[in-house]
């Protein structure tokens, strides 16, 4: 999975790109910079983020990225 598949995830889930932003806590800016692709490499900061916005742990966000399903 990638990142920008893991934003479109969390704006399922939020039901916008500006509620999945702040439910991650980090600016709407940066989020669809996430989304589009445009940030390639984020951050362990920004990656935290986006765990928190699923209300996951970060362990399971890097799970995904690397390509498990993440189910826990």
Known sequence: MTVPQLT???VRMHGSANAAARACEM???T???LRSGERKDPRLRTLRHLARGFGKPLSW???RL???NGSN
């Open 8 to 10: 479109e995830e969390l």
């Open 27 to 29: 600016p709407e800016g």
């Open 31 to 33: 989020f669809h910079r």
């Open 61 to 63: 966000v890097a799970a």
């Open 66 to 68: 690397e390509g498990g």
